[in-house]
Nanobody, 116 residues
Framework: QVQLVESGGGLVQPGGSLRLSCAAS????????MGWYRQAPGKQRELVAA???????NYAESVKGRFTISRDNAKNTVYLQMNSLRPEDTAVYYC??????????WGQGTQVTVSS
């Protein structure tokens, strides 16, 4: 059974930082491309950051320079370091595991709220 379990969300003031983690089980983590998506109320889910199995990364323009995605294949975990958080970063953040020709896997989501 595949599980992606996110953690690390919470309430933070503007300008603050959070580190999200996504622990994977039931998959060969190292061969999956991993991503973080977010969905704010009334908006579509959007890609925030992604990291390939080889370690290449890409980011949404809105988070470049503030967020960093990384992975630890020994721990089957992907991280999202979020700095200089803004109110518009408020959303539910979801972990995604993707490979070609197989269905995606998703976590249950973790809430991030940026507010003073």
């Amino acid at each position: 059974q595949v599980q992606l379990v996110e953690s690390g969300g919470g309430l933070v003031q503007p300008g603050g930082s959070l580190r999200l983690s996504c622990a994977a089980s039931g998959i060969i983590f190292s061969i999956y491309n991993m991503g973080w998506y977010r969905q704010a109320p009334g908006k579509q889910r959007e890609l925030v950051a992604a990291i390939t199995s080889g370690g290449s990364t890409n980011y949404a323009e809105s988070v470049k320079g503030r967020f960093t995605i990384s992975r630890d294949n020994a721990k089957n975990t992907v991280y999202l370091q979020m700095n200089s958080l803004r109110p518009e970063d408020t959303a539910v953040y979801y972990c995604n595991a993707r490979r070609m020709r197989v269905p995606d896997f998703w976590g249950q989501g973790t809430q991030v709220t940026v507010s003073s």
